[in-house]
């Protein structure tokens, strides 16, 4: 079975530093995975995916994340915090069955940016 | 507005009532997901319609029950309600029975208060 753990449920920066927010995925297979963001009282935002193509994948609002097969990783970063990103980050893996797709969801990260 | 829309936006209801929570996906796409999220459990998968057929199932009680239409709108419906069954549903649609190149887009969700 699919899953992701997301190691910290808290993260906190000051505006202008940068961001890291750690996932580590467990799959039989090649997996599909996913960084999506939510800000309060919102639904669920695509920040980015990766589906074996480049290992460094580039989303929006200047986030990337690189996929480690060697550990098992999808860490999201990025170089410069912002104020406006302050909101609930979920690291997310696609279990692909033969007829049908569940995302199965980390626990989240909430990251906090101060001034 | 991602394309995803859901009614109503805020339910508020009594325990041992029925209530239907309606998405209709984004143009074009043939797949709609429902997922609960709740304090305590988090994000997590209930169940896949593609093109009016159920294609995968998660997590979801005997007392909740899904339908794709024809015009691939969904329902979910939920009976028997209890004071845990309050949580945000969110729907999320694809252009086929996995991700797209969007991912997966969600709907700003149904917030869902049973007292």
């Known amino acids: 079975a699919q899953s992701v753990t997301q190691l910290d449920s808290h993260v906190s920066v000051s505006e202008g530093t940068p961001v890291l927010l750690r996932c580590n995925y467990s799959?039989?297979?090649?997996?599909?995975l996913f960084w999506y963001v939510q800000h309060p009282n919102k639904g669920l935002q695509l920040l980015l995916k990766?589906?074996?193509?480049?290992?460094l994948v580039k989303g929006i609002n200047g986030f990337e994340a690189e996929f480690k097969k060697s550990e098992t990783s999808f860490h999201l970063t990025k170089p410069s915090a912002h104020m406006s990103d302050a909101a609930e980050y979920f690291c997310?893996?696609?279990?692909?069955?033969?007829?049908?797709?569940?995302?199965?969801f980390g626990k989240g990260t909430t990251l906090s940016v101060s001034s | 507005d991602s394309g995803v829309t859901q009614t109503p936006k805020h339910l508020i209801t009594a325990t041992g009532q029925r209530v239907t929570l309606r998405c209709s996906p984004r143009?074009?796409?043939?797949?709609v997901y429902w997922y609960q999220q709740s304090l305590d459990q988090g994000l997590q998968f209930l169940i896949q319609?593609?093109?009016?057929?159920?294609?995968a199932k998660g997590n979801i009680l005997e007392r909740f029950s899904a339908q794709q239409f024809p015009d691939l709108h969904s329902e979910l419906n939920l009976s028997s309600l209890e004071l845990g069954d309050s949580a945000l549903y969110f729907c999320?649609?694809?252009?086929?029975?996995?991700?797209?190149?969007?991912?997966?887009?969600f709907g700003s969700g149904t917030r869902l208060t049973v007292v």
């Open positions: 999320a649609s694809s252009a086929d029975w996995t991700e797209d190149n969007y991912g997966y887009t």
């Open positions: 799959s039989s297979y090649s997996p599909s």
């Open positions: 990766y589906t074996s193509a480049a290992t």
């Open positions: 997310v893996v696609s279990d692909r069955g033969q007829a049908g797709t569940a995302l199965i």
């Open positions: 143009s074009g796409d043939l797949s």
């Open positions: 319609y593609y093109n009016g057929e159920e294609r």
